[in-house]
């Protein structure tokens, strides 16, 4: 059994086997995801990832799309049927399954990967689903179009960069919410440390309110012995998380929390 490599560097296709493979062999796959920092090559791993991704994560007992949803439901005003909801780094649609079993009707969803996004098409759950890069595209929606955004497990290196999240309250309605998620595992730490650094600067600026921070042990199993947390008995194995949710503020300015663009190299 081996991995083999295409352009992009990294073991991108299991060969020599039956769709899926021992827990092992998924650890190695999902930790080889966790070391692209590199966006376009994450993008590529994941159009080749897409038709094992799913068993892939069941098998490390990924639970942020089911965590994200029960945040999410226990906070929105309102019927779920009435909900309009943007499934953002939607991938192959394990949080739309998630808010289909709770009543959400209305989903869109993006994602950066083709691969990915043939998978949540298949799922059916969609009525709308857009191919979009965040951080170098705008999201194809208008201002304060949803009820409510999610992004679940795409906030870490090499995935959708911290600037990205006043686009995501552009679509939110005022008063709608934003449902976040990111790892706290070692390797994340920096990257949670910036995501925090722009969620704070939002809220000091009056764009939302925080609602809910709610750090969860047992994420996911940990990729490496080296993530796992050591802090606490439940941990058993499992690296760590957080689940964020924000209510956008009432006449929030959008328009002027945006970065500033980076001048071209060399000026
Ligand atoms: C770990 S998967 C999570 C998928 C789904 N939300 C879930 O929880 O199962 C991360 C997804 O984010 C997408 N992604 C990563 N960076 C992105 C970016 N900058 N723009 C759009 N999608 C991105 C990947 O293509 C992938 O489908």
Redesign the pocket.
């Known amino acids: 059994m081996k991995w083999v490599s295409c352009s992009c560097y990294v073991p991108c296709r299991w060969v020599g086997e039956e769709e899926g493979g021992s827990l092992s062999e998924v650890r190695a796959r999902v930790g080889a995801?966790h070391g692209i920092t590199d966006?376009g090559h994450?993008?590529h791993f994941?159009?080749r990832w897409?038709p094992d991704?799913d068993q892939d994560?069941a098998a490390l007992q990924?639970r942020?799309?089911r965590l994200?949803v029960d945040c999410l439901t226990q906070a929105l005003p309102g019927p779920p049927h009435a909900a309009l909801i943007l499934?953002?780094?939607?991938?192959?649609?394990?949080?739309a399954a998630e808010l289909q079993a709770r009543g959400f009707l209305q989903l869109h969803g993006?994602?950066?990967?083709p691969g990915?996004?043939e998978r949540a098409r298949a799922r059916g759950l969609y009525q709308n689903l857009s191919l979009?890069?965040?951080?170098?595209e705008p999201l194809p929606s208008s201002e304060g179009t949803f009820d409510a955004v999610?992004?679940?497990?795409?906030l870490s290196d090499?995935?959708?960069?911290c600037s990205?999240i006043p686009e995501l309250l552009r679509v939110t309605k005022p008063g709608g919410l934003v449902c976040l998620?990111t790892r706290t595992n070692p390797s994340n730490l920096h990257y949670k440390e910036a995501l925090e650094a722009t969620l704070d600067r939002l809220e000091q600026a009056g764009a939302w309110e925080r609602l809910v921070a709610w750090p969860v042990d047992q994420w996911e199993l940990a990729t490496s012995e080296l993530e796992v947390v050591p802090r606490t008995s439940d941990s058993d194995g499992f690296i760590s998380g957080i689940v964020y949710l924000y209510r956008k503020q009432e006449g929030a300015q959008v328009e002027g929390l945006r970065p500033s663009p980076q001048p071209p190299a060399g000026l």
Do not use: I, N
């Open positions: 995801s966006l994450k993008l994941y159009d897409a991704y994560v990924y942020a799309p994200a499934d953002v780094a939607c991938g192959t649609g394990l949080v993006v994602d950066g990967s990915m996004l979009c890069v965040l951080g170098q999610l992004m679940v497990g795409a090499g995935q959708v960069p990205a998620t």
